[in-house]
């Protein structure tokens, strides 16, 4: 059974890409009403933390942010969630506000791949990188992925 188990997570195919704030909320939201359960807040079922589906909302209100969400889809849906925001005091300096994996998805490569898709754009951009406030599980997972993407791509992590 675990080598089964561990096959399935050698095989699972992944793609990754950045969304606006529009098209993840085309994909989030139908009127005024979250469509996929797994996007509710964690407190109510969903399954990525530190996401808030009524932040889509509430931006479209205020002010407009320079935010910009890496995205992991597998098996059809997305699986790994990111929030990259606009440092307002540098203008080529983003803030990862978050990157969070589903569950069931965890230990697959899920989490480095969306952090790859961060790095990459950061890179094609000529953005810096500073990270926001993690989980101290999230902080231990992250930084040796952080610090080997920041070197292979290239781009300076500001602290």
Avoid: C
């Avoid at 969304?19 to 399954?47: N, Q, W």
């Amino acid at each position: 059974m675990n080598s089964e188990k561990f096959e399935q997570k050698e095989r699972l195919k992944m793609s990754s890409r950045m969304l606006s704030l529009e098209e993840l909320k085309e994909i989030v939201i139908d009127g005024g009403r979250v469509k996929d359960p797994r996007f509710h807040r964690t407190d109510h079922g969903g399954v990525f933390h530190y996401f808030r589906p009524q932040d889509l909302s509430e931006w479209f209100s205020l002010v407009p942010l320079d935010k910009v969400f890496p995205v992991v889809e597998a098996e059809g849906k997305i699986v790994g969630l990111g929030e990259l925001e606009q440092d307002p005091n540098r203008p080529k300096n983003k803030w990862i506000k978050h990157v969070s994996v589903d569950p069931e998805y965890r230990g697959r490569g899920v989490g480095r791949e969306l952090l790859e898709v961060i790095f990459k754009y950061a890179k094609e951009n000529g953005f810096t990188l500073e990270e926001s406030i993690y989980s101290d599980e999230g902080k231990q997972k992250l930084a040796k992925i952080v610090t080997e993407y920041a070197g292979k791509y290239g781009v300076e992590m500001v602290k």
